[in-house]
């Protein structure tokens, strides 16, 4: 038989018995539903989950610092050798360092940063903010990829680049209680005054306050992004070297005392987890926020295996039914396929025709089951989200993301596969009863 | 040899420790557009005769030759296209599908000939007029008189243009009216040039022919006389 007369007969012969047909699909609506749900509210999940890490620009970074761990190890198990009173120093990050870094393959740029080591402030007319300053070694800040809510990312001595959230912080100290908080200043293109206070002790033992107040200009602002930045000033590094030698009394010597931290920028994210390794294994600290992102994907993952799974149990009883009522199918329609034999179908025919017949109860279940999960997922969207967020946003004050259901379109497609797959293999054995069936036998049942 | 030649052909079924002879060594030769009857006391093998030479069974030994093909050399599949192309089958029980229509279950055989709707439909409508039910085309099998019934078989047996009708029992179900009608369209049928091989109890049949095969306890015999048939008896 052609597939065409094929499809034809097995049409006919799912139409004609409508009833049993849908009633054997809905298992097959069911099952195929729960896994499409399962699997997309996971999916939707992490998806959530990853929006909340934040800046992408910080996924593809890699933070290194000296390695102070590995130097207390080798204080405490050392052989003795270490002269008394002395500190255990780890493997600075010289320039020398810096380059190495820069010539792990995936590396784009390796850029030193510092933080002042003395208090600062910033005094902008009667308001003023704590700084969080992080002295960055390059001129060109759009190497960071930080997206720009205004200004240039661009970032010489004398130049200040803020975040977003920097601005609230600002306040007024002589404000009295109960009287209404200024609003943000508007900084970019403003000079503000940055105040810088170091503590020393004289002879006697007292301590001294010195203070020293830099006239810096706002070039830029940084976009809020939920990263580092939002609450970050960023200097030129070579600035906030000076400021530390005027804190500490002497000079910053690169290859002696290293750099705090460096940011070593990959080209791709993926990337990321696989230069931290190479820089751990120089010996240096090297984290990056992809290692904590794979940690939570592979729970969604996991997730995502048990929700299919159950699902999937819900497919295999559905399985059973449509085993079940082929079978049956097969004895009520014993005389049928005889006569059929009869008047020349071939073993072939018969077992195409049961096995689409079966195929095409997966299908229509698996049609059913994606209509019914679409519905479902429309659903938990619609309330999940009203029940989420009132929940969420007290806690993080802002869209706090709630749950969603993601169904991808390669899911859809799988479901249908799958749906159909489980008609076929349920109906493989009755089909090769039927098949193998003596026609006059057939013919003779009652 | 002829169309149909029958040798030495044996059907035994074994029923626990006793073996059934349905058949048992049957001789037969039939002669192309020939109309024979097979007649014989219930259980002597009619039914058996008939299934083998439609391809419906296999024998336990013997050999069936129709139209210069062997039956019991044939594997499933050129079985199957020997009783699609060269046989139609007439049941007593018309062995209709109840949830098709008239015109639907005769057009069923052509299914599995991949022959298109259109002339499907054509072809099945041809062959109800030949046999005088076309006006009840669209009816179910419920809808239809057995003898109504019966034609629709008979149209459904023909539409893939056998050139053996093989017919059991066809009017065991009917009134001797419609009983009647469905033996002079098997005559015409047989007119129009095709072999019929009948099994009927129906002595009328004779009006049409001649050649009466009588078969008693899975065997041939000249002519089923009273003495054969108390001996059949007794032994049953
Ligand atoms: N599947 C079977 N298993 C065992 N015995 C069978 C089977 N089919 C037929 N027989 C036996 O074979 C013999 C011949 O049966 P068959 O049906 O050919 O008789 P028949 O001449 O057609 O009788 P009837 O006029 O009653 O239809 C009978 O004794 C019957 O019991
Ligand atoms: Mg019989």
Same mark, same amino acid.
């Given at each position: ?169 600002f306040y007024n100290p002589s404000m009295r209680p109960g009287q209404e908080p200024p609003p943000p200043p508007e900084l970019q293109d403003q000079t503000i005054n940055l105040e810088v206070t170091k503590w020393t002790v004289d002879e006697n033992g007292n301590g001294i306050e010195t203070k020293k107040v830099l006239r810096m200009k706002v ?166 989200n009203v029940y989420f967020s009132s929940q969420t946003t007290s806690m993080y004050g802002g869209g706090g993301g709630g749950i969603s259901v993601d169904m991808p379109l390669w899911l859809i497609v799988f479901a249908l596969l799958f749906s159909t797959m489980i008609g076929l293999v349920s109906g493989l054995y009755p089909a090769l009863r ?13 | 040899?002829?169309?149909?030649? &029958? ?40 039914? %058996? ?12 030994? $013997? ?14 599949? /050129? ?35 991949? &022959? ?15 046999? $005088? ?37 066809? %009017? $065991?179900?009917? /009134? ?21 091989? &009948?099994?009927?109890? /129906?002595?009328? &049949? ?19 006389? /009273? ?10």
């Amino acid at each position: 038989m052609k597939l065409r007369e094929l499809t034809s007969l097995i049409f006919l012969n799912l139409n004609r018995r409508k009833g049993r047909v849908l009633l054997t699909a809905i298992g097959v609506v069911i099952g195929t539903a729960a896994i499409v749900v399962l699997v997309s509210l996971a999916q939707g999940l992490q998806k959530n989950a990853n929006e909340q890490f934040g800046n992408i620009a910080e996924l593809s970074r890699v933070n290194v610092s000296p390695n102070w761990e590995r130097a207390m190890e080798a204080m405490e198990s050392g052989p003795g050798g270490m002269p008394s009173g002395e500190m255990p120093q780890p493997d600075p990050i010289t320039p020398a360092a810096i380059e190495a870094f820069a010539a792990i393959p995936g590396v784009s740029a390796v850029i030193p940063r510092a933080s002042v080591m003395g208090g600062t402030v910033m005094k902008y007319g009667n308001l003023e903010a704590y700084a969080y300053i992080i002295g960055v070694g390059t001129d060109d800040f759009s190497i960071l990829n930080y997206p720009m809510k205004s200004g240039v990312a661009d970032l010489k001595k004398g130049e200040l680049i803020l975040g977003e959230e920097v601005l609230k912080q600002f306040y007024n100290p002589s404000m009295r209680p109960g009287q209404e908080p200024p609003p943000p200043p508007e900084l970019q293109d403003q000079t503000i005054n940055l105040e810088v206070t170091k503590w020393t002790v004289d002879e006697n033992g007292n301590g001294i306050e010195t203070k020293k107040v830099l006239r810096m200009k706002v070039v830029g602002i940084i976009q809020a992004s939920r990263s580092e930045a939002d609450y970050a000033v960023y200097m030129s590094l070579d600035q906030v070297l000076d400021l530390n030698a005027w804190v500490n009394g002497r000079r910053f010597d690169p290859n002696k005392d290293g750099f705090e931290m460096a940011m070593v920028i990959v080209e791709d994210r993926s990337m990321a987890l696989d230069v931290a390794n190479q820089i751990n294994e120089m010996g240096f600290m090297a984290y990056t926020p992809q290692e904590f992102i794979e940690g939570v994907n592979s729970f969604y993952v996991v997730l995502q295996v048990i929700f299919g799974g159950v699902g999937g149990v819900a497919l295999l009883v559905a399985a059973i039914g449509i085993a079940n009522t082929m079978t049956m199918a097969i004895l009520e329609r014993t005389r049928e396929i005889g006569l059929m034999k009869a008047l020349g179908a071939t073993n072939k025919d018969v077992l195409s025709m049961f096995l689409g017949e079966a195929a095409g109860i997966g299908f229509i279940g698996g049609v059913g089951g994606i209509f019914l999960s679409l519905l479902i997922g429309e659903l938990i969207n619609i309330f999940g989200n009203v029940y989420f967020s009132s929940q969420t946003t007290s806690m993080y004050g802002g869209g706090g993301g709630g749950i969603s259901v993601d169904m991808p379109l390669w899911l859809i497609v799988f479901a249908l596969l799958f749906s159909t797959m489980i008609g076929l293999v349920s109906g493989l054995y009755p089909a090769l009863r039927a098949a193998s069936l003596v026609p006059v036998r057939a013919l003779k049942y009652e | 040899m002829a169309f149909i030649s &029958i040798r030495n052909l044996k059907k035994y079924y074994e029923m626990g420790t006793v073996t059934v002879k349905a058949l048992d060594g049957v001789d037969l030769d039939l002669e192309h557009r020939s109309m024979a009857v097979v007649m014989g006391p219930s259980g002597s093998g009619k039914s %058996t005769l008939l299934h083998l030479l439609g391809g419906l069974d296999r024998p336990t030994a $013997g050999e069936i030759h129709v139209n210069g093909g062997e039956l019991t050399h044939m594997d499933e599949n /050129d079985l199957a296209v020997f009783r699609r192309e060269t046989v139609g089958f007439v049941f007593q029980a018309f062995n209709l599908i109840e949830t098709l229509t008239a015109v639907e279950n005769v057009g069923l055989p052509m299914r599995f000939m991949n &022959i298109p709707k259109k002339l499907r439909h054509e072809k099945a409508m041809h062959y109800m007029e030949e046999v $005088g039910i076309a006006d009840r085309a669209d009816h179910r099998p419920s809808e239809l008189s057995g003898g109504q019934q019966q034609r629709v078989a008979i149209a459904r047996a023909l539409v893939n243009e056998p050139t053996m009708i093989l017919a059991d029992e066809p %009017t $065991g179900n009917l /009134d001797s009216t419609s009983g009647w009608s469905i033996m002079e369209i098997l005559a015409q049928l047989n007119q129009s040039g095709r072999t019929v091989l &009948i099994v009927t109890h /129906d002595p009328r &049949i004779g009006q049409f022919t001649d050649h009466i095969i009588h078969i008693l306890d899975g065997v041939i015999v000249p002519e089923l006389t /009273d003495q054969l048939l108390e001996q059949f008896s007794s032994q049953g």
